[in-house]
């Protein structure tokens, strides 16, 4: 079975916009078995938008738009679909009614323009909107489902929840697609791309996406089958096979991001952490608190940019700090004990280092960064070497400190609880 | 002038990756007056590769595809632009060498699956991609032009700015577009859109778009026009109609970003500023760090989670955390000031409040984040409900913060130096 999207508004055609609601329907799509064969953007212009529903309606199954059901003018979705399939469009009392409840619960005058939400094509199903005004449409014609949803996320999402979903299970085929959401560090795309290729050979029947952000690399091997319990069988396998290939750089089968796996070993070990930031500028402690509840954990963190506070705050002797540099293996064992101390957190973390794009030297270039990690038994550190901006350079030391702490616990004794 | 602009891989039609290449080839061609009517992402697949390009050359001046030009099976553009215009496929020893050159270069021999990547339409002109091995293409067919263009951003960036630009600017109208970038914060869309609403009407040769995330809104006028001159008049004026309606809540006309404009101030005034933050969790600084060259200006900044960090970090006095609860005004007043006299900052920001989803209360719910900012004068204190999950709390907090120092130099006087 195959869809296409179409997203209409002028807006995204603009250099600001971009339609995102189509990685959440093809999500949607896919889970029950529909393919998405293609996505188009149309600005809000009748002739642009009938065209694109039809080319859409001469080979999908299902057509789902978005946007161009408002009040005003512009919006023009139910009159073009209701005009290319030859259907008049009604006013619906009951939607009229909705409309009116909801500007009267807030207090407000329903405008005259929004009697254009409560027109419906003959036929059509109207599609309950709890987040706004617009309701969607449900219609078929010749075989094909046409489903109009609102622009806005929130309200799509909703609408699609709520009454979409299972009108869509009931026509949609048995052949349903399966995945997972493998997540890898501490490698480039083209190591983990080396290390798979194998796999991706041997299992053929499966799809495979890679996609790479700095310092973290997400693997989806998909699954089209209509036997539940043999496409889990293949990707469970397949699961099996990228272990072994990714060794501990698999760090979730799940999805999970790092601070959510790192979480997870805080707590499950009943371990504290504290960090002391330089380069990252915080970085780590918004990923780490990121997680609810993760005061449990987190007990907090410094970001000493300055060296007078890099002693202040985490007793870096200053003579250290003048012999080595801020930006040493030294300065980061340091910062790591000392903030662990000053806090009496079970793990202290530290990163220093250079986000550029000044303050480079030949011997310490821009995007040398030195990540420290101590517990009772004291400090250690790594240092790497990052590309890349500022940006991409303050978010793989990021994830590499994280990553630092999650492989700290693939050693760490397990809990005596 | 009118542009399609086509993304092809499937890739970009599962849930995990969306083509963002086209905001910027859409901002590229609308300052060569070229409007973006439409935008379709197609698979790996020759005959839906095919439709659309057939689509596109059937209205749009300027059709540019990006993707598909890789060295594999899967990479179909060149085979099935060339099929469409009827064109052979010839091999461009050039292109050949100089990939060929390439592989040298990194100490690899060339796959012989590259030599795709030197076949070339006839009479289609090739553009150099000093980012990798794809080279780029441009074709005219009936007055028509179609560009092709590799998928990786870097790549894409690079050969438009090298190659496609020049050529384009000497066909271009000379109807272009002209824009401004203005950044509000404080108010929500709707309260912007009513303040502005008038404006849209009195100028009704501009556009609009308005685009609104958590606790920051842009707002894009644009105007086409033969006249360079004309369109930056109206765009000044519109630019001073939107100050006076947006009032001290318009804080750049040049698309700034609020750490920016925070950071110009504290430059400016050369004061230094501290942080000491709760339910940001290190959001403040890691933005205030954003900016290269911050040290000029950031001393440092602690995340304090625990009670204890607290009073250790800022002098808060326990009692005070007692009786009036860890979030409360004297709490923010006291990390403010607490903050700034233990740094020696000029200012001290702090933020303390309810991230969620849990710890709400009905008498302080989740959403409830008070701000304080003390300078020598002393601290004040200002307290927010914000609506929405924890990473839109936490956000909004973030950029009220940063709003909060911006304001305080509005008022602040000039600097003396």
Redesign the interface.
């Known amino acids: 079975m195959n869809a296409e999207i179409i997203a209409v508004g002028s807006?995204?055609?603009?250099?600001?916009?971009?339609?995102?609601n189509?990685?959440?329907l093809?999500?949607e799509l896919?889970r029950l078995g529909v393919?998405?064969?293609?996505?188009?953007?149309?600005?809000d212009n009748r002739e642009?938008l009938r065209?694109?529903l039809e080319?859409a309606l001469s080979y999908a199954d299902i057509v789902v738009c978005s946007g161009g059901l408002g009040p005003t003018v512009d919006d023009l979705t139910r009159e073009t679909v209701a005009g290319l399939l030859g259907r008049k469009l009604v006013r619906n009392e009951e939607i009229l009614r909705s409309i009116q409840e909801r500007f009267r619960k807030f207090g407000r005058a329903m405008p005259e323009t929004n009697v254009r939400q409560a027109m419906v094509p003959e036929g059509a199903e109207p599609l309950d909107n709890p987040r706004g005004t617009a309701p969607g449409l449900w219609m078929e014609t010749n075989g094909h489902y046409i489903v109009l949803l609102p622009g806005p996320p929130n309200e799509l999402k909703a609408m699609f929840e709520n009454e979409v979903r299972s009108r869509l299970s009931r026509i949609a085929p048995k052949r349903r697609l399966y995945t997972r959401d493998l997540r890898v560090a501490g490698m480039s795309e083209s190591d983990a791309d080396n290390r798979v290729a194998e796999i991706y050979k041997k299992y053929s029947q499966a799809e495979h996406?890679i996609?790479a952000a700095p310092g973290a690399i997400?693997i989806?091997p998909?699954v089209w089958s209509e036997d539940r319990e043999e496409a889990n069988r293949i990707l469970d396998d397949l699961v099996k096979s990228f272990g072994l290939a990714l060794g501990e750089n698999l760090y979730s089968t799940t999805g999970q991001s790092m601070e959510e796996v790192v979480a997870h070993e805080l707590r499950e070990h009943r371990a504290t952490i504290a960090?002391a930031?330089s380069?990252?500028?915080?970085?780590?402690?918004?990923r780490?608190?990121?997680i609810?509840?993760?005061?449990t954990y987190?007990?907090?963190?410094?970001?000493?940019?300055?060296n007078?506070?890099k002693t202040?705050?985490t007793r870096v002797p200053a003579e250290i700090i003048e012999s080595k540099g801020a930006v040493s293996p030294e300065v980061a064992l340091a910062l790591a004990d000392g903030i662990r101390k000053?806090?009496g957190a079970a793990l202290g973390l530290s990163v220093t280092g250079i986000a550029?794009?000044?303050g480079g030297t030949p011997e310490k270039p821009v995007g040398l960064v030195h990540i420290g990690l101590a517990d009772e038994k004291g400090p250690k550190e790594h240092a790497f070497r990052f590309p890349g901006d500022?940006?991409r350079i303050?978010t793989q030391a990021t994830n590499a400190a994280l990553d630092m702490v999650r492989r700290y616990f693939l050693y760490a004794a397990r809990p005596k609880a």
Request: hydrophobic share 35%; with cysteine; charged share 20%.
């Open positions: 807006e995204l055609l603009t250099p600001y916009r971009i339609d995102t189509s990685l959440y093809t999500a896919n393919r998405v064969m293609r996505k188009t953007v149309v600005g642009e065209e694109a080319h996406t996609l997400q989806h998909r960090t930031e380069c990252t500028g915080g970085l780590i402690a918004a780490l608190t990121n609810a509840g993760s005061s987190f007990l907090g963190g410094v970001v000493c940019y300055s007078d506070l202040a705050w000053s806090t550029g794009p000044g500022r940006e303050r």
